[in-house]
């Protein structure tokens, strides 16, 4: 089955740090000004709609949603982050209804998820 790759590079113009996060992971990267991260996701699944990348801004983050069925990896200046030996498991089914009910949003307010400055 042919794998499906796509890359999203995502910019820090601001003049603060900010979060960046990656789900459904959970993975919460602070992200310096004019920093650049870029992820690469994989897929036996095509991106297309339904399954597409999806990026939301916030006032202090940028939050990057995987679709279902793909992994990723995170860069930054050639490093990787993250995920290390231990590559990132596939998207299980039903992360839209997940997005759709706040699940993401919702457990970062309750757990108070904040990045380390």
Not at 54 to 63: F, K, M, P, R, S
Not at 84 to 102: D, F, Q
Request: glycine share 8%.
């Amino acid at each position: 089955m042919p794998e499906h790759e796509v890359s999203l590079t995502i910019s820090n113009e601001r003049e603060a740090t900010i979060s960046f996060i990656l789900e459904p992971w959970g993975e919460i990267y602070p992200m310096e000004p004019q920093t650049k991260f870029t992820v690469y996701f994989r897929s036996h699944i095509a991106p297309s709609s339904p399954h597409t990348v999806e990026v939301t801004y916030g006032v202090d983050q940028i939050t990057v949603y995987a679709w279902e069925g793909c992994t990723a990896t995170l860069f930054q200046n050639g490093e990787e982050l993250g995920a290390g030996a231990a590559p990132r498991s596939r998207v299980p089914h039903g992360l839209e209804t997940l997005k759709n009910i706040g699940f993401f949003r919702d457990t970062i307010k309750e757990t108070g998820r904040k990045i380390p400055l």
